[in-house]
């Protein structure tokens, strides 16, 4: 059951919205020394940029000049074709090993912004990419880069009781898969663990829902519930000590901690309600949950100690799988509008509730690091696929798989 095959499940990704406001770079093709590369470094660059949306590269063809090297550039050729940013470099094969040497250039200023040789595995020269893109990305936006982080997926394949089921783990961009569980019965709500090295997850294994954690670099996991009943939707504590989980031992599905050292788990809710999918606030201090208490899925608040929640979403009739932003002052979440199902942002102190996708179905977000992007469950046709939507909404893409359904995103924390 337990798996480390490589790159069976890659997403693709299809920019189906760009941001009209997005701001002009140009990331020159990177001089190679010693051999062609295994990877277009720079084009993974360009891509990474691109699916922010807050940046619009400028097409290789548009280019005069290919320069490498700062000194090379004549600023003037790149006002004329309102580039306001340009990224340089070249390439050094030696042995194993690739040495990057580029520049991020503010064309108007006619500034060197950027200047870094970085040292980067020849067997993964992507991951070099991201963490170009990631540095560019901060150094003109402010905000750190989440190129280099992973998500986590389930695929199916088949039908009925021949139905294949698997968790993948990728990059942000969703390449470089590698298959962490396949099973013949479902697998769901996968969760990281704030150190990037564990994935909760419920699996069906044994015919009846459990929850595991799972070691990602041995494959080492451990059932820590198989209560009666569901044992479902593990969520992380910001400190990595606790579970919070929707667990129905007890009659109806209600919320409870688990402190993960001792296994002990305490109660939260107390309702006839059903009561699920709960979220640790960035500080540990509160928990968010579905619960139709109020007569239909809304959104409510609770101390992550226990005692009364308060209703957080009053906008429209359904309200679910709400998500913090990294910041605590806002909530991502399922929301159903006249346009269906569709992930919305609510500000938590305004209690505006925006939607920001346009999607067939929407479910499951789960929100990047630096709170830019969210990425979602969807439809495309009859097939389940992956969507990202930038936090205002200006700009959206798929993330379909080669064969089957793709469902159950997780974005992991920031890896380094």
């Known amino acids: 059951m337990l798996s480390g095959t490589a790159a069976q499940a890659d997403l693709t990704i299809n920019i189906t919205q760009g941001n009209e406001q997005a701001t002009p770079i140009a990331v020159v093709p990177f001089a190679s020394e010693g ?21 619009e590269p400028l097409p290789r063809s548009a280019m005069f000049e ?36 580029y520049e991020l250039l503010d064309v108007n200023g006619e500034s060197r912004l950027i200047g870094e040789t970085v040292t980067g595995n020849g067997s ?23 190129f280099s982080t992973r998500i986590a997926y389930v695929t199916s394949q088949g039908v ?5 089921y698997a968790l993948y783990v990728a990059d942000a961009d969703g390449r470089n898969s590698q298959q962490v569980l396949n099973s013949d019965e479902p697998i769901m709500s996968p969760n990281w663990s704030p150190d990037g090295q564990k994935l909760a997850y419920v699996s069906f294994e ?28 593990p969520a992380w504590s910001p400190d990595g000590r606790r579970l919070a989980m929707a667990l129905s031992q007890d009659g109806q599905p209600e919320i409870y901690v688990m402190d993960i050292g001792s296994r002990n788990v305490q109660r939260l809710t107390n309702s006839n ?55 605590g002052e806002s909530l991502f979440l399922i929301h159903r509008g006249n346009n269906g199902y ?21 479910e499951s977000p789960s929100v990047a690091p630096n709170g830019t992007m969210v990425i979602f469950a969807t439809q495309q046709g009859n097939t389940g696929v992956l969507g990202a939507v930038t936090a205002d909404g200006r700009a959206q893409f798929r993330l379909p798989a080669a064969q089957g359904d793709v469902r159950e995103p997780a974005w992991s924390p920031f890896l380094n």
């Open 273 to 327: 309600s059903i009561e699920t999918e709960p979220a640790w606030s960035p500080d540990g201090q509160s928990i968010v949950f579905t619960s139709d208490r109020s007569g239909g899925p809304q959104i409510y608040r609770m101390s992550a100690s226990g005692g009364s929640a308060e209703r957080v979403t009053y906008t429209g009739n359904y309200n679910a799988r709400a998500r913090f932003s990294p910041d």
């Open 35 to 55: 051999g062609n590369l295994p990877e277009d470094i720079a084009q993974v660059v360009a891509d990474d940029l691109e699916r922010s949306g807050y940046f």
């Open 160 to 164: 009925g009781d021949d139905t294949q």
């Open 206 to 233: 044994t015919e009846r829902p459990s929850i595991y954690v799972q070691n990602l670099a041995t494959g080492q996991r451990v059932k820590l519930t198989e209560f009666e009943g569901l044992n479902s939707a």
């Open 124 to 146: 993964n020269p992507r991951a070099t990419g991201h963490y170009i893109a990631d540095q560019i990305f901060e150094e003109i936006t402010g905000i750190r880069g989440a």
């Open 66 to 101: 290919q320069p490498s090297s700062g000194d090379d550039v004549r600023y003037g050729d790149w006002k004329a074709l309102d580039t306001r940013y340009l990224v340089v470099g070249k390439v050094t094969q030696n042995g194993g090993q690739l040495e990057i040497q």
């Open 342 to 362: 569709q992930v919305a942002k609510q500000d938590l102190n305004s209690q505006r509730l925006v939607e920001i996708s346009e999607a067939q179905q929407a």
